[in-house]
């Protein structure tokens, strides 16, 4: 039985390359899952080591063979590397070039150079070690189980134990060919590993296409899907955690409530289109003004209210400011239209420590309040003295108004 070795390295090469390809490519679409992208050099570089293998497979060059041994080895480690980061354990230098510097450290040995069984019974334990490693890490699983997991814990398993077809154990087998040459069940082996590993990350991909999905739906659901930020339900839920996060914590919490001004007229002036851009301009304003882990989020309409942590009544001020006059200069012409679209702020401080959300947003908006009555476009800080006396508006409005009823 002959094999033809010219087409199986074009082959692995090619299975390698785009399977590597494939899975940075996966990556680049969630960035979150760093694993994928350890595999998908992985698997780029063990196509380089093929290619050079192929390179000089015909008149063998030690140095060079040796060099695409080591890339080999070093990508093995690698997928190791990138089953222990998607399990959330951290990464090991020393062991991630253990099996290079061992195989460096023999080919010096004069011994070592001429006996070929000696170097295909190294390479293979080396390969081994690592994908059994490999499918230890999965096997062990801390990290959220996939439905690739047990696929996955076999195909580097069984990867790991079709390298030791390459080792003179392999001819002890009665249904291997005779007179196949190492290279060739060399090159059989490196082609189903691909093969196998595609099965593998398919399953892999359809786990984070559907964790994606979920992902997404459970994100429609807490952004405004016009701005893109924080929705009420969002931003409150966000801020109560904050809070309870930092009870303890003695940094002031300061709250901003924000109000278009004549945002009804902008509407009816230039039209809805023009409206929602004012509204997007505002929140990119606004998320350029503010840090992690403050808070921004649209609670509906054209009002808006951004949480800051650890930033007393000065800060809060010139962050208001800050906001207020980049967004006048933002919306001063929108679409081509003189919009001029303006800002009125509400503000409150807590004194510190525990804080409760809902009683903030009330003062704040005590605060816008003085703000639109007083001709919009300004900042009010609330104080007990302005809360008071719309307290009383308040209650003087509801008796005028239980009097008329009651007179007629």
């Known amino acids: 039985m002959s094999l033809d070795v010219n087409t199986l ?4 090469i090619y299975v390698e390359a785009s399977l590597g390809l494939l899975l940075l490519f996966a990556w680049a679409q969630n960035m979150q899952i760093r694993a994928v992208a350890w595999w998908g050099f992985a698997h780029l570089m063990r196509a ?18 040796d060099l695409a041994n080591a890339i080999l080895f070093l990508s093995f480690a690698v997928t190791w590397t990138g089953a222990r980061v998607f399990d959330g354990r951290e990464i090991l230098p020393g062991y991630l070039i253990a099996g290079p510097l061992l195989w460096f450290s023999v080919s010096h040995f004069a011994t070592f150079k001429h006996d070929l069984d000696l170097r295909v019974l190294l390479s293979s334990g080396i390969v081994a070690s690592y994908t059994w490693l490999a499918a230890y890490e999965f096997w062990r699983g801390r990290a959220e189980p ?36 190492v290279e060739s069940v060399w090159m059989i082996v490196m082609t189903l590993e691909a093969l196998l590993f595609t099965i593998s990350i398919a399953f892999i991909l ?21 701005t893109g930020i924080a929705n009420r339900r969002s931003f409150l839920q966000d801020g109560e955690g904050l809070a309870k996060r ?13 109000d278009l001004d004549h945002f009804k007229s902008i509407n009816d002036r230039f039209g809805h289109a023009v409206g929602d851009r004012v509204l997007q301009i505002f929140a990119r304003t606004a998320q350029e ?17 951004v949480l800051l942590h650890d930033v007393g009544p000065e800060r809060a001020a010139a962050c208001a400011e800050l906001i207020r006059t980049s967004f006048a200069e933002a919306a001063a012409e929108v679409d ?3 919009v001029n679209a303006t800002l009125s702020v ?27 009555g007083r001709g919009r476009n300004r900042i009010e800080i609330s104080s007990r003295e302005q809360i008071q006396k719309r307290r009383d508006t308040l209650a003087e409005r509801m008796a005028a108004v239980a009097a008329t009823r009651s007179a007629a």
């Not at 390295?9 to 692995?12: E, L, M, P, S």
């Not at 003004?289 to 209210?305: C, N, S, Y």
């Not at 509400?346 to 639109?372: P, T």
């Open 289 to 305: 003004a503010i840090k992690v882990p403050d808070l921004l989020g649209r609670l509906g309409g054209e009002e808006f209210a």
């Open 206 to 226: 359809l786990a984070m296409a559907k964790e994606r999905a979920e992902f997404r739906l459970r994100n429609a659901a807490m952004v405004d899907s016009l």
């Open 346 to 372: 509400g503000m409150v401080c807590s004194r510190g420590g525990a804080f409760d959300l809902g009683e903030l947003l009330i003062q704040a908006d005590h605060a816008l309040y003085e703000a639109k």
């Open 48 to 65: 380089g080591s093929i290619a050079l293998f192929g390179t000089y497979g015909a008149t063998p060059d030690l140095v060079s063979i």
């Open 246 to 258: 930092h009870a303890a914590d003695p940094s002031p919490t300061a709250v901003l409530l924000i």
């Open 9 to 12: 390295f074009i082959v692995a």
């Open 336 to 338: 081509g239209y003189p």
């Open 146 to 181: 996939l439905v690739s997991r047990w696929p996955t814990i076999f195909v580097l398993f069984a990867n790991g134990s079709l390298f030791l077809l390459r080792t003179p154990l392999a001819r002890t087998l009665p249904w291997m060919p005779e007179g196949a040459v």
